[in-house]
């Protein structure tokens, strides 16, 4: 689908865009406050383009498994964080993370993606076990865990046991706006 090309000095902002992938703030928002539906094709275009380059047209699906929602940190803008009592509080068992698990290879996904709060009942060798017996059914998938912060020796029982990959959450590389997220027991250089 070609869109039509803006004239003037959007299009030569968005083409630099295109080919620098940078610009100056001022830039950033001479763009975003045109209002062209034609600018706005054709830096969707352009974005298309950009990332059929990097990637192709795959598209890869993952399935994410909220299985616990349990957090011991009380972050200030989560809402699971252990002081909120209104959060209607639940976790999975192995044997109903292995039939997420099943169920999402049927319907075609291949990695699958276990996010939780910072839950002190997901002990290492819980989490070593469910990735095991994911691994064990499913030996062609990957695994993403996310649970919060831990130690080095937890990352590497968790790959060793399987798992691909670990998405840990960084909100922000400033230690004042950490201060302004977080309650004094959580610690910015951690």
Request: some cysteine.
């Amino acid at each position: 689908m070609t869109e039509t090309k803006p004239d003037g000095v959007y299009a030569e902002t968005a083409d630099r865009l295109a080919r620098d992938r940078d610009l100056s703030d001022e830039e950033f928002v001479f763009l975003l406050q045109c209002g062209d539906p034609a600018l706005d094709g054709y830096l969707a275009a352009k974005a298309r383009e950009a990332r059929e380059r990097v990637y192709g047209k795959d598209v890869y699906l993952r399935g994410l498994i909220e299985f616990t929602n349990y957090c011991k940190n009380d972050c200030y803008y989560c809402g699971i964080r252990r002081s909120n009592k209104n959060a209607r509080r639940y976790r999975l068992g192995k044997e109903d993370i292995l039939s997420c698990c099943a169920e999402g290879y049927g319907l075609g996904f291949r990695t699958f993606v276990l996010q939780g709060g910072e839950d002190p009942y997901f002990t290492d060798d819980r989490i070593v076990s469910i990735v095991e017996g994911i691994k064990k059914q499913h030996p062609g998938c990957a695994v993403t865990l996310s649970v919060g912060e831990r130690e080095k020796e937890s990352f590497q029982r968790f790959y060793d046991a399987g798992a691909d990959r670990y998405l840990l959450r960084h909100e922000t590389a400033s230690k004042d706006h950490y201060g302004s997220l977080h309650p004094g027991e959580m610690s910015f250089e951690r």
